[in-house]
């Protein structure tokens, strides 16, 4: 009965590589986000859904790109990986962004 | 986005003392103000918040206050507890839909 999960939780790759990181969330929410934290724990916002429209598109690479399947689903797909990739992604839904977040587990990504 | 200046980045108490911490604001149209609790390993969870037609908020020992005037806005936990050893962020909603988080606040609390 998770609210907010992420796959996989850890993921360890070679530069250059191209991954992705699902997120799924049972709430029902209209909003869901990606979030990267780094090794100083701050967290920036990357993306933000509301009802598959890209609300937001922070100063990310557009070697980040999210793919929203469906209403419950917002997965983070990454081109091209490069070391400074390396932190910890985490997915968040909300009714709308003035309502409380629920953020997932988070996803451990390092570039080798 | 908007900035939101956190302080003080670590703060130690000892168990039983209250800890406090601040947070300021750029945006005088902001008026939702959450706060985070991040745990080790785990993802941000929220604790309080409070919207701006209010100056106080109170859960049991955790209280948030906020003085629009001087667009500030602050954490209180009373009777500390090991538990509460984390990390505490504030955020405000900026004008794309999602929130601007401060750079956070490592409490440890000691027995």
């Known amino acids: 009965d998770t609210a907010v999960s992420q796959t996989p939780k850890y993921l360890v790759t070679q530069m250059g590589n191209d991954k992705s990181i699902k997120c799924e969330q049972n709430?029902?929410?209209?909003?869901m986000y990606w979030y990267k934290q780094d090794s100083k724990k701050f967290l920036k916002i990357m993306f933000s859904?509301?009802?598959?429209?890209?609300?937001i598109n922070e100063t990310v690479p557009n070697r980040f790109s999210p793919k929203s399947p469906d209403k419950a689903h917002l997965n983070l797909h990454i081109n091209s990986l490069e070391l400074g990739d390396s932190a910890v992604y985490f997915c968040a839904s909300s009714q709308n962004f003035q309502e409380t977040q629920y953020f997932g587990p988070g996803t451990r990504l390092l570039v080798l | 986005g908007e900035n939101v200046e956190q302080h003080p980045s670590t703060l130690s108490v000892q168990e039983g003392d209250s800890a406090v911490i601040k947070c300021t604001y750029s945006?005088?149209?902001?008026?939702?103000f959450p706060w985070y609790k991040q745990e080790l390993g785990k993802g941000p969870q929220l604790i309080i918040d409070i919207r701006s037609n209010v100056g106080e908020k109170k859960d049991q020992r955790i209280a948030v206050t906020l003085n629009k005037t001087a667009k500030h806005f602050s954490l209180h936990i009373t009777e500390t507890q090991p538990e509460d050893s984390a990390v505490y962020f504030c955020a405000t909603p900026n004008s794309g839909y999602a929130l601007n988080f401060g750079k956070g606040t490592s409490l440890l609390v000691t027995p």
């Open positions: 709430l029902g929410h209209d909003t």
């Open positions: 945006d005088s149209a902001s008026n939702y």
């Open positions: 859904y509301n009802n598959k429209e890209l609300i």
